[in-house]
């Protein structure tokens, strides 16, 4: 059984470009969280895709936005990199979208330089 | 979500029980406390979650206080491999995917 899968591990873009990040939930899920976590910090949370659509958002700017495919996967895209965005970007999936029980996958490492 | 305090840092001597305590003394009465760990350079763990009733798992046991202000993660034979960050999260079930992750408490388990 599959757990959560993420690609790719890491990622160099430069101020300004555009990124997009990938993420298939463990097998029987249907929810999937994204979360950055910056070195040092706890993960914070920035959407939530359930049913192909956006159901709860955390405190980040437009530049981030996702995607929900009907296979459950899902995608993050981040728009016009900062340096700050260099973080672990954490994809977590779920039985429905009030489940507290999370699995989380390796996540994305990206660096803006 | 109520807020939870975690202490920075804790050993535990490799075959020992390690005993993570979590204070939550704002908690209300449809919260849950749940537990994740995160070894290093990998995503977090989910470990185990409840209400008020002590729970036990192939991981771990959580015993919750009668008064629910405070809660203790017990692994009952810490390994080396069980070095990480422990999470205390408090949540109400039900109501939202979100995890609120704070610092955490980093446990370093020695041989």
């Known amino acids: 059984d599959a757990g959560v899968t993420q690609s790719p591990t890491h990622l160099i873009k430069t101020r300004g470009q555009q990124v997009t990040l990938r993420c298939s939930p463990k097998?029987?899920?249907?929810?999937v969280s994204w979360y950055q976590q910056a070195l040092g910090q706890g993960p914070q949370f920035i959407f939530q895709?359930?049913?192909?659509?956006?159901?709860q958002r955390g405190n980040f700017p437009d530049r981030f936005s996702g995607h929900q495919f009907p296979n459950y996967s899902s995608e993050l895209n981040v728009n016009a990199l900062l340096l700050g965005d260099s973080a672990l970007y954490l994809c977590a999936s779920s039985s429905g979208p009030t489940s507290g029980a999370q699995y989380f996958g390796p996540g994305t490492r990206l660096l803006v330089l | 979500d109520a807020k939870t305090t975690q202490p920075t840092s804790m050993d535990c001597a490799e075959g020992r029980a390690a005993n993570l305590p979590c204070n939550h003394s704002?908690?209300?009465?449809?919260?849950?406390v749940y537990w994740y760990r995160q070894i290093h350079s990998q995503g977090p763990q989910y470990i185990i979650h409840?209400?008020?009733n002590n729970e036990t798992n192939e991981m771990a046991s959580l015993i919750i206080t009668e008064d629910r202000k405070s809660s203790t993660l017990i692994l009952p034979h810490a390994t080396l491999r069980d070095t990480a960050v422990y999470y205390c999260?408090?949540?109400?079930?039900?109501?939202?995917?979100?995890?609120?992750f704070g610092q955490g408490t980093t446990l370093q388990v020695k041989p």
């Open positions: 097998s029987g899920h249907d929810t």
């Open positions: 704002t908690i209300s009465g449809n919260e849950y």
């Open positions: 999260i408090v949540r109400v079930s039900g109501n939202t995917g979100k995890l609120i």
């Open positions: 895709y359930y049913e192909e659509e956006e159901r």
């Open positions: 409840g209400l008020k």
